[in-house]
């Protein structure tokens, strides 16, 4: 089993930044990729980002590219998103997943195994 837990979330306003975190914890040497999902109010869940553990290979949803990044310390079992150029339309609950199978695909939610409780991400206009 993969423990996460995101923290970070809050308050920017618009053009801000902020940083997210999510902190494996258990068997996270059977982790392969993680990823970052957002759901809005009255919305489905949706991608984000997503890294390979071992390559470091990263993906984007084109609403985010060039604004957001993600990063892992492997040391830490830490990942990161950090988002700059904030805008109001990113106002959602974060998600961290992990998944320890090896897929091609990996902006579907379907294909992760374990998710943390989400945290908040508020951006004012």
């Known amino acids: 089993q993969v423990q996460l837990a995101e923290s970070g979330g809050g308050l920017a306003q618009a053009g801000g930044s902020l940083r997210l975190s999510c902190a494996a914890s258990?068997?996270?040497?059977?982790?392969?990729?993680m990823g970052w999902f957002r759901q809005a109010p009255g919305k489905e869940r949706k991608f984000v980002a997503a890294?390979?553990?071992?390559?470091?290979?990263?993906y984007y949803a084109d609403s985010v590219k060039g604004r957001f990044t993600i990063s892992r310390d492997s040391a830490k079992n830490t990942v990161y998103l950090q988002m700059n150029s904030l805008k109001p339309e990113d106002t959602a609950v974060y998600y961290c997943?992990?998944?320890?199978?090896?897929?091609?695909?990996?902006?579907?939610?379907?294909?992760?195994?374990?998710w943390g409780q989400g945290t908040q991400v508020t951006v004012s206009s």
């Open positions: 997943a992990a998944t320890s199978r090896y897929v091609f695909v990996l902006s579907s939610a379907g294909v992760y195994e374990y």
């Open positions: 258990g068997r996270t040497i059977s982790s392969s990729a």
């Open positions: 890294i390979r553990l071992n390559s470091g290979s990263t």
